[in-house]
């Protein structure tokens, strides 16, 4: 089956780092993507890989590991308006066109404390 | 550039009734997903859209929902009769090609079901 596990909730402090995993076992694999979602407002695309490496935008990074099924979103110097659920989404492929799947974990709750 | 827009924000209705929801993707936006969100879960997929036509709606509960998306753009998603447990945020979101791309998600209608 299709399956996406994230760990359901994480803590940290202002200014710290903290890094958030998505394992994945998919039919197939054309990227990962990974949104931020603030409580009661729509998610917002933050990064996205499809080949092996770190991917880095300013303070958030992501990392992807296809052989091991595994990825992970490195949050620096966090503020507290990182405070947020985090999705890791997988672009199955082994299907084409209309047949692919994007799926979504339940997101990590991420609560940066001062 | 203006983003998915979604109305109502919120609705309220007694079990049995019928709702609408209704949305306008980016503009030039071929693809266009709905989504049913419940709190602490990720998206789960109702519907996607590539221009006019349904792609994917093997998550659609057929019995009650229905959706449509006339001439390629806006698309409106009913429910008929809402039942209790169809309360939770319904999300739109629209993307430039076909192939599950980077999506861009409106705000969403958080609808509560009494």
């Known amino acids: 089956g299709q399956n996406i596990d994230q760990p359901t909730e994480m803590t940290a402090t202002e200014g710290a780092i903290v890094q958030i995993n998505c394992t994945y076992q998919?039919?197939?694999?054309?990227?990962l993507f990974w949104y931020q979602q603030h409580a009661g407002e729509a998610p917002t695309f933050l990064s996205y890989?499809?080949l092996d490496g770190l991917e880095e935008k300013g303070r958030f990074s992501s990392f992807l590991s296809r052989s091991k099924g595994y990825s992970y979103l490195l949050l620096k110097e966090l503020q507290m308006k990182d405070s947020a659920s985090y999705l890791c989404?997988?672009?199955?492929?082994?299907?084409?066109?209309?047949?692919?799947?994007?799926?979504w974990g339940l997101g990590t709750s991420l609560a940066v404390n001062p | 550039e203006a983003g998915v827009v979604q109305s109502p924000r919120y609705k309220i209705i007694e079990k049995k009734q019928p709702v609408a929801f209704w949305c306008n993707p980016i503009?030039?936006?071929?693809?266009l997903y709905w989504y049913l969100q419940n709190l602490g879960q990720g998206p789960e997929l109702l519907i996607r859209?590539?221009?006019?036509?349904?792609?994917?709606d093997s998550q659609l509960p057929k019995d009650r929902f229905s959706a449509e998306r006339l001439k390629g753009v806006d698309s409106t998603l009913k429910i008929q009769p809402a039942e209790l447990g169809d309360s939770a945020v319904y999300l739109c979101?629209?993307?430039?090609?076909?192939?599950?791309?980077?999506?861009?998600f409106g705000p969403g209608t958080r609808l509560t079901v009494l």
């Open positions: 979101a629209s993307s430039l090609g076909q192939g599950l791309d980077t999506q861009y």
């Open positions: 503009s030039g936006h071929n693809t």
């Open positions: 859209y590539e221009n006019e036509e349904a792609v994917d």
């Open positions: 998919t039919s197939g694999f054309n990227g």
């Open positions: 890989n499809v």
């Open positions: 989404a997988v672009r199955d492929a082994l299907n084409a066109g209309n047949n692919r799947k994007l799926i």
